[in-house]
């Protein structure tokens, strides 16, 4: 990975995995959040790409990711303005959930690659000035010269606030194409306290990334009903990622890696029927707790009267002209001296 200035041409992305530590211990946090997601991807600019992408909506290509049938292999190419780079925790987390649960016998890539510049930074971003940065420094997509059998995720880290931002209430991040993901860094830092930061970064990631596979009834067909009435295309069990919001009443259990940063068991078995891999009884960070009650039970069981509230990962979407699936992640600022 190095930096490029906008005239330089793209270079080849380095190589190699990043490693992940584990998160450390605390017994109590307080965090004001709410994530969400939607998809798509631009044109290729290095022979062709995937030109079917443009214009498409969140799980119109999931067949594409879970399966193998077109592309063996899925890369993950990350650019960011500079000073605003992911954390390697998050990197290493989506690398290794995505290989688990996505069917890519090639395996899986993430990488960095450009470091933006940071005249490129904005005080506040809208999608089209997102598209823009996109089409100027994105060097990889599905199926080009240099992926012919791989699929692509492009995700960009951005500095400032973005177009969805209003009164207390920041965007985290936006999948706004099928294979397009932007993450407001500034904006977590503002509304999440520092110990749990990383965990939140990789629970907006992943969580995006399941509605660009067409999680849940978003592009794959459900195998069991499982999506919440009451909140399209998410999960109705509080343990899964594709759950609406963020159960924080066991905050030590999320930090020290017990709980469910993954997709649950209907979400796998939604994935395994579309062509992915086999689901597992029970994801790993989840092996512990396979008997715990879901639902109103489960919340109630969960709760305590020191317990911190819930966070949803949905606010109420706002309208965007022609994007009907575009709903950014959401967070409120958290109380001033919180």
């Known amino acids: 990975m190095r930096r490029r200035e906008a005239s330089e041409c793209a270079d080849r992305p380095a190589e190699g995995n990043v490693r992940m530590s584990r998160p450390a211990r605390i017994l109590a946090l307080a965090l004001a959040l709410v994530l969400q997601g939607a998809a798509g991807c631009g044109d290729g600019r290095d022979g062709g790409g995937d030109r079917r992408a443009a214009g498409t909506q969140p799980g119109d290509l999931a067949l594409d990711y879970v399966t193998d049938r077109n592309f063996g ?13 992911p954390s390697a925790e998050a990197m290493e987390r989506i690398r290794e959930t995505w290989a688990r649960r996505l069917e890519k016998p090639g395996g899986v890539e993430v990488f ?6 940071r005249s490129f930074a904005r005080d506040r971003w809208e999608i089209g000035d997102i598209v823009a940065l996109e089409s100027q420094f994105r060097d990889h997509f599905t199926g080009d ?14 500095n400032g606030r973005s177009e969805f931002d209003e009164g207390q209430t920041r965007a985290l991040g936006v999948a ?29 990631l992943l969580h995006e990334g399941g509605h660009l596979f067409g999680l849940v009834n978003n592009g794959i067909p459900m195998v069991n009903d499982h999506e919440d009435p009451d909140h399209p295309r998410h999960d109705v069990n509080p343990d899964c990622v594709m759950y609406h919001q963020i159960e924080t009443s066991n905050v030590e259990a999320l930090l020290d890696g017990t709980a469910p940063i993954d997709y649950d068991i209907e979400c796998q078995r939604d994935i395994f029927a579309a062509g992915g891999p086999p689901p597992e009884e029970a994801p790993p960070a989840l092996a512990s707790e396979t008997s715990a009650p879901h639902g109103a039970e489960g919340e109630a069981a969960r709760a305590g009267p020191s317990a911190a509230p819930p966070i949803p990962y949905h606010g109420r979407p706002p309208a965007v002209g022609g994007r009907g699936r575009i709903v950014p992640d959401l967070a409120t600022l958290p109380d001033a001296g919180g």
């Not at 932007?182 to 990383?198: V, Y």
């Open 145 to 158: 010269a240099r992926n012919r059998r791989t699929a692509v995720i492009w995700i960009v880290y951005l």
């Open 73 to 85: 292999r899925l890369r993950v190419e990350i650019d960011y303005i500079s000073g605003f780079a």
């Open 176 to 204: 706004y194409e099928g294979s397009s993901i932007a993450i407001f860094r500034e904006n977590i830092a503002a509304t999440t306290a520092l110990p749990l930061r990383e965990a939140v970064e990789s629970l907006v």
């Open 112 to 117: 960095l690659d450009t470091e933006i510049p």
